[in-house]
Nanobody, 127 residues
Framework: VQLVESGGGLVQAGGSLRLSCAASGGTFSRNAMGWFRQGPGKEREFVATISLTGGVTGYEDSVKGRFTISRDNAKNTVYLQMNSLRPEDTAVYYC?????????????????????WGQGTQVTVSS
């Protein structure tokens, strides 16, 4: 499975960005998906996760109510809509795919639960 992120950039605090992650080389509808981020000098951290069909989602506490994860299985793409961005959201954002999910509603929250990773896209939020 290959994952390619896009949509990052420079935005002022309070602004919005929409990240996309296009998957190829596998059966996307069988992959639970997630977004992670890694800020300067920090470890990679969980941001959001979505189940196989998109019916269940999960978020890190600091992004709840501001970020929305979604997926379009017909387009093999997962999205991360980011609103009300803050300087502390500045990071490289990574898309991740899990090869197999135990149920249609299962979501995954740690990096070691994912099998495939994109190259990352930089998000910079200025104050």
């Amino acid at each position: 499975v290959q994952l390619v992120e896009s949509g990052g950039g420079l935005v002022q605090a309070g602004g919005s960005l929409r990240l996309s992650c296009a998957a190829s080389g596998g059966t996307f509808s069988r992959n639970a998906m997630g977004w992670f981020r890694q800020g300067p000098g920090k470890e990679r951290e969980f941001v959001a996760t979505i189940s196989l069909t998109g019916g269940v989602t999960g978020y890190e506490d600091s992004v709840k109510g501001r970020f929305t994860i979604s997926r379009d299985n017909a387009k093999n793409t997962v999205y991360l809509q980011m609103n009300s961005l803050r300087p502390e959201d500045t990071a490289v954002y990574y898309c991740a795919a899990r090869h197999w999910a135990s149920t249609y509603s299962r979501t995954y929250y740690t990096p070691n639960e994912y099998d495939y990773w994109g190259q990352g896209t930089q998000v910079t939020v200025s104050s």
